[in-house]
């Protein structure tokens, strides 16, 4: 990123992590956003401060990151279906032997 503060069209969630991962990243945006929000409640009402727009380019951060966790929660669970789907068909196809 270039600009400071950071702007929320600009941010991207990194790359090729874990979920473990995805989950320790977004409890650390969370922390980080408390600690904006309190600080923007904090200052004076007309000082010149950008944590609003550093608490959107992060929570824009969260989403992106979040979509990865719910994305690499549906390829666990469609690769689950997957198994458990060929798994039955193949004790449909023994019961087919079995009975011819």
Excluded at 22 to 36: A, F
Excluded at 77 to 90: P, Q
């Amino acid at each position: 990123m270039n600009s400071y503060p950071p702007k929320p069209e600009s941010v991207r969630a990194p790359e090729h992590l874990s979920p473990n991962e995805i989950r320790q990243s977004l409890e650390e945006l969370d922390g980080k956003i408390k600690i904006l929000q309190g600080r923007a409640h904090a200052t004076a009402a007309d000082s010149n401060h950008t944590y609003h727009q550093h608490i959107a380019a992060l929570e824009r951060k969260r989403a992106l990151i979040s979509e990865k966790l719910n994305q690499s929660g549906n390829d666990t669970s469609n690769s689950a279906w997957t198994e458990i789907k060929s798994g039955i068909d193949g004790l449909a196809n023994d019961i087919k032997k079995i009975w011819e």
